[in-house]
């Protein structure tokens, strides 16, 4: 029986290692440094979802997935917001890249992996370490992802004229 994930055929051999790589992550592997840079990442998600929050988009987004005082749910940094971990994700992304604030690092994960790091690790009652093992983990893989799939400079060039985007 061949795992889904960790195939044996090679073309499929790059994903697998990814796949290792990320789930054999312990927080103890971690350089300092490293878990410096994630937490100074998190703070500054942190403060883009509460700056988005207080903008005309962030009030209509809130609006539209605040549930009145339900306190069981995971929070919206910032807001009297509490909601369900996969719309409580989804909500601290948009708002985090409300304001397009979010790191500069290619595919700015922050603005996907530190709202759902946050949402889950509530949702989980995770540890500081645990939820710091996820955002390194995601940043992992987001960064990885984004370089293997990166288009040649000339496409890029092409894509960012007719978009007016990067």
Same mark, same amino acid.
């Given at each position: 029986?061949?795992?889904?994930?960790?195939?044996?055929? /090679?073309?499929?051999?790059? =994903?697998?290692?990814? +796949?290792?790589?990320?789930?054999?992550?312990?927080?103890?592997?971690?350089?300092?440094?490293?878990?410096?840079?994630?937490?100074?990442?998190?703070?500054?998600?942190?403060?883009? $979802?509460?700056?988005?929050?207080?903008?005309?988009?962030?009030?209509?987004?809130? +609006? =539209?997935?605040?549930?009145?005082?339900?306190?069981?749910?995971?929070?919206? /940094?910032?807001?009297?917001?509490?909601? =369900?971990?996969?719309? +409580?994700?989804?909500?601290?992304? !948009?708002?985090?890249?409300?304001?397009?604030?979010?790191? #500069?690092?290619?595919?700015?994960? @922050?603005?996907?992996? $530190?709202?759902?790091?946050?949402?889950?690790?509530?949702?989980?009652? =995770?540890?500081?370490?645990?939820?710091?093992?996820?955002? #390194?983990?995601?940043?992992?893989?987001? $960064?990885?992802?984004?370089?293997?799939?990166?288009? @040649?400079?000339?496409?890029?060039?092409?894509?960012?004229?007719?978009?007016? !985007?990067?």
């Amino acid at each position: 029986f061949e795992h889904i994930l960790f195939p044996r055929d /090679p073309i499929h051999l790059p =994903a697998g290692q990814l +796949a290792r790589f990320l789930t054999d992550l312990r927080y103890e592997d971690i350089p300092d440094d490293v878990l410096h840079k994630a937490k100074l990442i998190t703070l500054d998600t942190i403060g883009c $979802i509460i700056a988005g929050a207080n903008t005309p988009l962030g009030e209509k987004i809130l +609006a =539209a997935y605040h549930s009145g005082n339900n306190q069981s749910g995971c929070c919206v /940094p910032g807001t009297s917001c509490q909601t =369900a971990p996969s719309l +409580a994700a989804k909500v601290n992304a !948009w708002l985090a890249d409300v304001l397009d604030y979010e790191d #500069v690092a290619v595919g700015h994960p @922050s603005a996907t992996v $530190i709202p759902a790091a946050l949402a889950m690790a509530e949702h989980l009652n =995770a540890s500081p370490q645990q939820f710091l093992a996820g955002v #390194v983990a995601g940043y992992e893989a987001g $960064i990885r992802v984004h370089d293997a799939t990166l288009a @040649s400079p000339d496409v890029y060039r092409r894509f960012a004229v007719y978009h007016a !985007w990067h």
